[in-house]
């Protein structure tokens, strides 16, 4: 038998765009000594820096890397850390830490992207996103340049030009698509050791699952077809494969090759089978990515599902804490940071929302380049995208839910708060407050617990207001009570009175003082709790109950003439000072308004600024979660109330319809609207409710 002709080993060429020569990884270089010890030599080195695209490195007096960006201008870009234009919370943090900026000069925002990828990896900034797989899966190679190219397992993916499939979340899986695989299509599966050592067929020819080249002479025409069979199958291609496979079987039959067409056919029924179970998410014959995201303050949990050809294939998860960024920031870094290994770039990104325009244009062209024609990143908004973001998300959520360490999570989220309120102690129990009525009436209160930085919903009380005179004797719910401090008074002195009361009589009981009382609103508010713990003798403090109130985000719009505008624009430029005044203006040209966005901010007695937290931030999405959780129940409390009200007050006159079929009415139906509209056979179906009665009940209120 003649060893049939062997192929030369493809030279390796690496898929990776051209690295960029950089740097020595060092955390900190020898001898360091900073640069920047002043605002003086702050100005000094920001007035050096170089107006092309590149990254910057800001390095701590220490000399440790604590931030790397990109820009277009690295001039122009990192002024903006310093001269009160960038919002995010942790920049001011910069002007006390940073002791040199170093840059790196490059041809184009892409290279600019690459480098601080590569530069994020490598030092893992305090700043940085750095997002990171919690697995090592299993990837299928193939190498169809290889000699006589065969499917095998790996754990790494290596930039050598071969085709990477997965990754699979457990080896079951991997091997039984590497079985599914062997079975189906005819590629070698020794080694190459094997190949070149072998003297005679092995088993695997025997049961025809191999055209054994290491002795035969095989086509390299017919293999080939198989190798490309195999990338279409396990890249999710199954309409062209099978499509392929069934004009392969009907040209065999044509030439009367019977054996030929008969394999081909067992090939496309077993092909058939194996993938007819895959489930359908779309039409699009694209293959496409879809990002999910979940995120809890700082942690961040995303979801990929790869679909091909509309069939979901499998999904990757990715997990992060303590990430403070705002959410396009941290997708695209994540974006950057997987699709720098990824075994294969989609046609199609589809992710839940927009990037930046800096971030989306250098990720499109990168990604192009890696898979040599064009990558769109789509934010749907309606179709069958939308459907697959929807259930991304909802996989993120999931996986969110199942792998994170709930009470870990809290406890940090609470130190957090403590330190950045000055509390006097952990705030274990925290309880919130808020007021609603309608211009005035069915006014009433809410208080929700957070035990451990979990809502307590055991705990949960409601307070129908009773008026200034705060006994409610001669007044009714529905009276006007348009006074949210007065309302916020009466609501907190009945509560302190019963803690005081439990307490004097040494109970244990739920009306015990939190260790943190959340007033939603600003500073007035904030004086009219402390004004009633005063009055009622209850302690703040060390001794007692930590006070805060929580404003919610407000925005400011003035109108401004030309020259007002152009002055305000000069002096946001330079403006050096982190906390400067004119951080938080922003101007929109077109209708020559400045507006003055003033984020979230807490107030703390005896302080005279706010404290502002960090967006993204695991205290402030803690205490927004609080006040929004009071907010939803008060709303709630005072929607029963007025529809309780409404009901009594249009059944009040009907003859025959006392107390308790008004209750069986709101408990049916719900509200007046839903008894409007009700038949006579719907009323009579209440209980207590006959024909005649429920057709008066129609006649007086129906519409």
Not at 218 to 230: A, I, R
Request: one cysteine or more.
């Amino acid at each position: 038998m003649a060893r049939a002709r062997t192929r030369k080993k493809a030279t390796r060429k690496s898929a990776r765009p051209q690295d960029i020569t950089r740097r020595p990884t060092r955390s900190v270089p020898e001898d360091w000594a900073p640069r920047i010890t002043s605002a003086e030599q702050l100005d000094e080195a920001l007035s050096r820096l170089p107006t092309s695209p590149g990254v910057y490195i800001m390095r701590s007096r220490k000399g440790e890397v604590i931030y790397v960006g990109k820009a277009r201008s690295l001039r122009a870009r990192v002024r903006q850390y310093f001269n009160g234009t960038d919002t995010r919370m942790f920049v001011p943090l910069l002007a006390k830490l940073v002791g040199d900026i170093e840059t790196v000069v490059v041809s184009s925002n892409k290279e600019a992207m690459l480098l601080e990828n590569n530069l994020i990896k490598e030092h893992r900034p305090r700043f940085n996103v750095k997002l990171r797989d919690d697995s090592n899966y299993l990837v299928l190679r193939l190498d169809p340049k290889g000699e006589w190219p065969r499917l095998e397992l790996r754990r790494q993916i290596e930039h050598d030009g071969a085709y990477y499939f997965g990754p699979y979340h457990s080896a079951r899986t991997a091997r039984s698509t590497l079985r599914v695989v062997n079975r189906h299509f005819k590629l070698r599966t020794c080694t190459d050791f094997v190949l070149h050592s072998r003297k005679r067929p092995c088993l695997q020819y025997q049961i025809d699952r191999c055209p054994a080249p290491c002795v035969h002479d095989v086509s390299e025409g017919d293999y080939d077809e198989q190798v490309k069979d195999v990338a279409l199958f396990l890249a999710g291609r199954h309409n062209e494969l099978i499509k392929g496979l069934r004009s392969r079987m009907e040209s065999a039959a044509a030439e009367l090759n019977f054996e030929v067409a008969a394999r081909v056919r067992d090939q496309l029924r077993a092909l058939e089978s194996a993938t007819e179970g895959q489930r359908i998410v779309g039409t699009a014959s694209l293959d496409q990515d879809t990002v999910g995201m979940y995120r809890e303050g700082g942690s961040v949990e995303f979801v990929l599902l790869h679909v091909r050809q509309g069939k979901v294939l499998g999904s990757q998860a990715f997990s992060n804490r303590g990430l403070e960024h705002p959410d396009p920031e941290v997708l695209a870094n994540f974006l950057a940071a997987y699709y720098d290994d990824a075994p294969f770039v989609p046609d199609e990104v589809v992710l839940p929302f927009a990037l930046a325009d800096d971030d989306a244009e250098p990720l499109e062209a990168w990604l192009r380049d890696r898979k040599g024609k064009k990558v769109s990143l789509v934010v749907p908004e309606r179709g069958d995208r939308r459907k697959l973001i929807a259930l991304a998300n909802k996989n993120a959520a999931s996986n969110f839910s199942t792998r994170r360490n709930r009470r870990e999570d809290h406890d940090a989220a609470l130190v957090r708060l403590r330190d950045r309120l000055q509390l006097s102690k952990l705030p274990r129990v925290i309880e919130c407050y808020d007021v609603s009525h309608l211009q005035g009436s069915d006014t009433v209160a809410s208080m929700v617990v957070f035990v451990d930085g979990a809502a307590d919903k055991s705990r949960y009380r409601s307070f129908k207001i009773k008026g200034l005179s705060g006994d409610g004797e001669g007044k009714r719910q529905g009276a006007l009570q348009n006074d949210d401090f007065a309302s916020m008074y009466e609501v907190l002195g009945r509560r302190f009175k019963r803690a005081l009361r439990k307490r004097d009589a040494d109970e244990d009981d739920p009306w015990a003082l939190p260790d943190l009382i959340v007033i939603d609103g600003g500073k007035g508010q904030l004086r009219q709790v402390l004004t009633v713990m005063q009055d009622m003798g209850v302690p703040t403090g060390t001794e007692g109950v930590d006070v805060v109130s929580l404003a919610k985000e407000r925005k400011d719009a003035v109108a401004m003439t030309k020259e007002g505008l152009e002055k305000l624009k000069a002096r946001k430029r330079s403006s050096s000072s982190p906390g400067a005044a004119y951080r938080d203006w922003t101007i929109d040209e077109n209708d020559k308004r400045a507006y003055r966005v003033r984020p979230e901010r807490v107030f703390i007695p005896g302080v005279k600024d706010a404290v502002a937290l960090r967006a993204g931030s695991s205290e402030r999405y803690l205490m927004e979660r609080v006040r929004d959780e009071a907010h939803r129940f008060a709303i709630t409390h005072h929607r029963k109330r007025r529809s309780k009200r409404a009901v009594r007050s249009v059944l009040d006159d009907i003859e025959g319809v006392g107390p308790a079929i008004k209750r069986n009415l709101v408990q049916h139906f719900g509200s007046v609207a839903a008894i409007r509209e009700a038949t006579i056979d719907e009323l009579s179906a209440v209980k207590g409710i006959g024909k005649s009665l429920a057709e008066r009940i129609r006649e007086r209120v129906g519409r």
